[in-house]
């Protein structure tokens, strides 16, 4: 599954449009986060993504998690979001 990682300063509409490409040709995504800032955006970028994909009849539903991965030798806990249509 193709991950996509959002930072506190990523762009909603351009993670969101991502996201719209990578559901149409694939069916499902991963979105991850490190902060309450990047999960904002994260979050924001998810709804945005569910208008995009919706005149497709694509009904995108979001399966939160949480997951720990390593950045630079930390670890560290992410929100994961798993994206699938339904």
Known sequence: MEVLKVSAK?????VAGAIAA????KGAVEVQAVGAGAVNQSVKSIAIARGYVAPNGIDLICIPAFSKISIDDEERTA?????ESR
């Not at 990523?10 to 351009?14: A, D, I, L, R």
């Not at 929100?79 to 994206?83: D, G, K, P, V, Y």
Request: proline share 7%; net charge positive.
């Open 10 to 14: 990523s762009q909603p509409k351009s």
């Open 22 to 25: 990578v559901l149409r040709e």
């Open 79 to 83: 929100i994961r979001f798993q994206l």
